[in-house]
């Protein structure tokens, strides 16, 4: 009989709530504030990072989780008597951490290549930031506990990230301009002008999909392109960071479009925020 292990990392934003009912494993990233190093969700709340991002000086960075790291986990995994562990990881091309858990995998089975046909490391790149890939492994493990077979939850989590799309705006370009992720000169006068980019997450690139001037266009914007992207009846989740009130908002917009509710709202972690800024408002769903 199959023991499903679900892991993840904290840039997925699952809840805590979700993470404890389900039985998922959240390995937390390190984030360093200067010389001063956390780890998100260990030693903060999302509400206190915010806190703390808007204080710094410089914007903090992150790390990666490392081979060793995963080598531990399998190994845990293993003595724990599970034979499936589900690995679902941030976005490779922002991040090496997918790389050190396949190359844990790897020298796991070289050190055990007696239990290759008895016990399965599934890694899978998350491709996308937030519950883009977060929601698949919550709905997975849910389906776990209902008795659904193992390839069956890796063929669930993988179409769900090859059709995610999410759509989501920063309120301020200040984070987004010195992480990179928007060049600097843009950012500055998009501020100048009021324009907020409408940014689009699919197949793990980032890009400005459009532009808005001025934050009261923001949640009909994108939930006009919500509209237009995503697959009939299928499920979406709202996101949004330090303003719940905008989540609020843009469930009601997408209700009132689509015709039924979000699957669920995600608040956006450490990871998000440095990038994005603490206030964003987003929709992730399964596209066409």
């Not at 199959?2 to 993840?8: A, E, G, L």
């Not at 008597?81 to 089975?109: H, K, P, R, W």
């Not at 399965?120 to 506990?145: L, W």
Request: proline share 6%; net charge negative.
């Amino acid at each position: 009989m199959s023991k499903i292990k679900f892991i993840t990392d904290s840039a997925s934003d699952i809840s805590v709530e979700d993470e404890r009912s389900l039985d998922i494993q959240v390995i937390p990233f390190p984030v360093a504030f200067g010389e001063q190093s956390y780890l998100s969700r260990v030693d903060f709340d999302n509400e206190k990072f915010y806190e703390m991002l808007e204080a710094a000086p410089e914007i903090p960075t992150t790390s990666q989780i490392t081979v060793y790291q995963y080598g531990e986990i399998f190994e845990a995994a293993f003595a724990q008597g599970y034979t499936d562990v589900i690995n679902v990881t941030i976005n490779s091309e922002g991040s090496g951490t997918y790389n050190s858990a396949c190359l844990a995998a790897q020298m796991f089975f070289e050190t055990h290549p007696e239990v290759q046909d008895t016990f399965h490391i599934y890694n899978i790149d998350g491709q996308s930031y937030s519950c883009g890939y977060g929601y698949p492994v919550v709905e997975a493990a849910r389906r776990a506990q209902q008795g659904e077979p193992v390839e069956a939850l890796v063929a669930f989590i993988n179409d769900w990230l090859e059709h995610c799309v999410i759509y989501f705006v920063p309120y301020t370009l200040k984070y987004a301009g010195k992480s990179g992720r928007i060049p600097s000169a843009a950012a500055f006068i998009g501020e100048l002008v009021g324009l907020k980019p409408i940014m689009r997450i699919h197949d793990h690139v980032i890009v400005t999909d459009d532009k808005v001037r001025g934050e009261k266009k923001i949640i009909p914007t994108v939930a006009k392109k919500v509209v237009a992207d995503i697959e009939s009846g299928s499920p979406y989740v709202v996101i949004y960071g330090s303003h719940p009130e905008d989540g609020e908002a843009m469930a009601r917009a997408m209700t009132e479009a689509l015709g039924y509710p979000p699957a669920g709202f995600t608040q956006i972690g450490a990871a998000i925020a440095i990038n994005a800024g603490p206030r964003v408002v987003g929709v992730a769903l399964h596209g066409k």
